[in-house]
Every structure is written in C-alpha cells, then in structure tokens.
C-alpha cells in the first residue's frame, strides 16, 4: 500500500515564475491538507480540500496561492509569480473519513528553492 | 485562535540522561499528536493521544496528555544517539487542520 506520494521532492524556479505541487493522498483517503515549513521553523497549516471542495482556506495567502484537488488526479498547490520568500518544504497530509482517530499521513515533501 | 508552544526550542542532552519536552495549547483540542523530523526528511507519527490522563510508550519514549492543563509532555528515558532529531506536537483544530508547536531540536551527545 503506497504512502502519500509528492512530486517533485525538489524544485528550483526563478522569481516570477509558476510553481506546481502535486499530492497524491493514500489509497483510500479522500481528505488533503498541505502544510508549509519554513527554513528552521514549524510546520503552518495552509488549505484543507476534499474532492473538488475546498473545506478550509485560512492558512493560504490570499494572493497568488491557490490548491484544488479534482475528482480524478493528485491534489495540486500552485503558486503563481514566485517570491524569495516561498522558499520553503512543503507537506501535503492524506486522512480518510471515518472512524474514531483522524490520523493524518504526510508525504515527504517538496522542497522549493527560489532563485 | 487555537496556539501551540514548546519547550524548550534547543535541548543538549548527554546519553544516558532523561529529559522532558513540553507542550502547551490554548484552547480545548480533541486530539495531540507527537511527530519526529530528521532533517531534511518527512514526519514520522510517534503518538496520537485521544483522551485525558491518556499516556503512551515506546522504547524511551512516553508521552502523555492533561486536556485539563492543556499540557502535554514527551519524555525521553536513557537517551541515545539515534533519537537526536527535531520532535514536533500538534493538536487538532477545528476542520482536523493540525497546529504544530515550533518544534524542540533535541541533539544527544555522547
């Protein structure tokens, strides 16, 4: 049973550019949340999505960040217009509905380098 | 707004010894989850803890939960070199969203 599978581990894009994140939760688990860590600091919840429902948005910036997770395919997190700033590791978490503990399942990560 | 603080952030500690990492919330959580990071790597779910007065252990590590004091402590019997890593607490907020603590950086030296 394969884990939460992330792509690209790494990504190096210049200031201006567009970044694409993709997440493809565990088998079974229709539940998504990606999380940001910065450089030697905790991890900050970002957005939580189900299929084609973003559940809770607070987390993400309000400009130039957007996620979506479609019926079929990975959940995606984009970032448009790259800053220095969204240097960062980013983790998606997979969960599945149900049950009495909502374990969260994390991916290993993209790590975002901008030059 | 649902916090979470750690202590201590950086903690040296020589092997053999024990010690305890804490973790504080702010406001009523159903669930607190402990996770290791090595660096540069993923998280890796040590312990969920549901209830109050919950406890749990593995190896030489025990964790336990007082949702009364909102505290939750982490601690670390006889360590060795292979638990130097950074360990995170986490509670559930409302949509299930985790809220991390800032992390304790735990190094262990001979």
């Known amino acids: 049973n394969a884990g939460v599978m992330q792509n690209p581990r790494h990504l190096v894009r210049r200031r201006g550019q567009e970044a694409r994140l993709r997440c493809s939760p565990m088998?079974?688990?229709?539940?998504v949340y990606w999380y940001r860590q910065l450089p030697e600091e905790g991890l900050k919840f970002m957005v939580y999505?189900?299929?084609?429902?973003?559940?809770?948005e607070s987390g993400m910036p309000k400009e130039r960040f957007s996620a979506e997770f479609p019926k079929e395919g990975p959940s995606i997190l984009r970032i448009q217009q790259v800053v220095r700033g969204d240097s960062a590791a980013y983790f998606c978490?997979?969960?599945?509905?149900?049950?009495?503990?909502?374990?969260?399942?994390f991916g290993p990560g993209t790590r975002l380098t901008v030059t | 707004e649902l916090k979470v603080e750690q202590n201590p952030l950086f903690l040296s500690m020589q092997e053999g010894k024990n010690y305890t990492i804490y973790c504080n919330y702010s406001?009523?959580?159903?669930?607190l989850y402990w996770y290791r990071q090595d660096p540069g790597k993923s998280l890796e779910s040590l312990f969920v803890?549901?209830?109050?007065?919950a406890v749990k252990q593995e190896g030489r590590l025990m964790a336990s939960l007082d949702t009364k004091a909102r505290l939750s402590t982490l601690h670390i019997t006889a360590a060795v070199h292979d638990l130097s890593a950074t360990y995170f607490c986490?509670?559930?907020?409302?949509?299930?969203?985790?809220?991390f603590g800032t992390g304790t950086r735990l190094q262990v030296f001979p």
């Open positions: 978490a997979s969960s599945s509905a149900g049950g009495p503990v909502y374990e969260q399942y």
């Open positions: 088998k079974g688990h229709s539940h």
């Open positions: 999505l189900q299929k084609e429902n973003i559940i809770d």
């Open positions: 406001t009523t959580s159903d669930r």
């Open positions: 803890l549901l209830s109050n007065g």
């Open positions: 986490a509670v559930a907020g409302n949509t299930d969203k985790l809220i």
